[in-house]
């Protein structure tokens, strides 16, 4: 049936209609035209923020102490969440969820094409709402079915709810902590070459205690002198060329068909070299296998830990047009507790290998806190100056923060941590 042209009914009207004997009681202190309204409530709104939050932080999974057992219509102005303090943010939750029907709660990572715009009842003023989908149980016929509230934000703020909400944020004392840490870390391991890719996988397990961005088939410690190695996700031996192709295959799919035979030089060189950390390892003598060199070198396990940021802003470095993310936003982000990465490969062969690629952490930096000397920025096609960040840089004798380069720019990938 075609119900486009139907007229929307608060939930109120709907129980009258399918239970008029037992709605009449919801006129008894409601004047004629009447609507329901929102409540002005600050701790229902942050609660149930924190809690969406705290949801997509545990991988989706609905936490029992969740209180979407009930109706929520409640709104609040000036809102801190964060470093940023929203001026408007309305939850409006009117499915009634019974206790034995929570089942999982997920964002579906939700984009701009799925926000909305939409007035409320107590004002003339158009808000954008943000759906939330979760799993509720239906008892009459024993399954589950998409059951969906609403976050009302305003316009200039949806950007940063989204982002506060389906993505972990840290303080930036525990930022700055960990990125010293790693640097000293990416020190101790090769003190006057490249160890970028070092330096990067410690940040993210001194911020967020994430092993992710390891090797897989070699534990590796954290700096030189580690007394307990780890094993993540990535290929090989674990160097930015492996970063690479292991985030192409897992999160950004669009440039990984192009990779195939980059790939499987790549797991020749990395197989190779990985026979020969055996030959001076009892354990890894012990498990080697039979099988195939992709199966001994690569995880299966997919990364999930990272979300792929489109390239969006076009800019002209030396008379040639490149593709960017636009790094105004990701400094912004990164300035608000957010972990992202950049990557690049290198498809230059020196002494039977790929030459080393390279990795970065974008790091927080408040404008004039220091030197911008150095700092690049560029005009995009739509008149915008981009300018470049503030990065974790340990690709050479010297590890330190700086300002990206250019020639980075051109070709790294761009993930944020979630």
Not at 244 to 250: D, G, H, P, S, T
Request: charged residues 20%.
């Amino acid at each position: 049936m075609d119900y486009s042209t139907g007229t929307e009914l608060w939930k109120y009207q709907w129980d009258f209609i399918h239970n008029p004997e037992g709605g009449w009681h919801i006129f008894e202190e409601v004047e004629e035209g009447e609507m329901l309204y929102p409540q002005n409530d600050l701790d229902e709104v942050l609660s149930v923020i924190q809690e969406i939050k705290q949801s997509n932080i545990n991988g989706g999974a609905i936490n029992y102490y969740l209180r979407f057992n009930k109706e929520i219509y409640a709104f609040a102005e000036n809102v801190e969440l964060g470093n940023k303090t929203y001026d408007y943010i309305m939850i409006d939750a009117p499915l009634l969820n019974h206790e034995e029907g929570k089942k999982e709660l997920v964002s579906d990572r939700y984009n701009l094409g799925n926000v909305t715009t939409k007035n409320i009842p107590h004002s003339n003023v158009e808000y954008e709402v943000i759906p939330i989908k979760f799993d509720k149980y239906n008892y009459l016929n024993d399954t589950y079915e998409d059951a969906y509230f609403h976050v009302y934000v305003t316009a200039e703020d949806v950007d940063d709810l989204i982002n506060f909400l389906f993505y972990q944020t840290f303080s930036i004392e525990e930022i700055n902590t960990g990125i010293t840490d790693a640097i000293n870390d990416g020190e101790g391991f090769n003190a006057t070459g490249a160890a970028c890719n070092i330096c990067i996988r410690a940040s993210l397990h001194h911020i967020a205690n994430d092993n992710v961005l390891f090797p897989y088939a070699i534990g590796s410690e954290i700096g030189a002198q580690g007394t307990q190695s780890y094993n993540g996700k990535i290929s090989g031996v674990g160097r930015a060329n492996n970063i690479y192709i292991e985030m192409a295959k897992w999160v950004n799919s669009g440039i990984y068909s192009d990779l195939a035979n980059y790939e499987s030089t790549l797991n020749n060189y990395d197989y190779q070299e990985w026979i020969g950390y055996c030959e001076e390892n009892q354990t890894c003598l012990n498990n080697r296998q039979s099988a195939a060199s992709d199966t001994l070198i690569n995880s299966a396990e997919p990364i999930t830990e990272f979300e792929y940021i489109p390239k969006n802003v076009t800019i002209n470095m030396d008379g040639e047009d490149c593709n960017i993310p636009n790094f105004n936003d990701l400094q912004n982000q990164a300035n608000n507790g957010y972990i992202i990465v950049g990557v690049r490969r290198n498809t230059g062969i020196s002494d039977n290998s790929y030459n080393s690629g390279h990795i970065v952490l974008i790091s927080p930096y408040e404008e004039g806190s220091g030197s911008d000397d150095n700092r690049l920025s560029y005009v995009s096609t739509s008149d915008t100056e981009i300018f470049f960040p503030r990065t974790v840089e340990c690709g050479g004798d010297i590890k330190e923060l700086g300002w990206l380069l250019k020639d980075f720019a051109k070709d790294m990938e761009w993930y944020r941590y979630k």
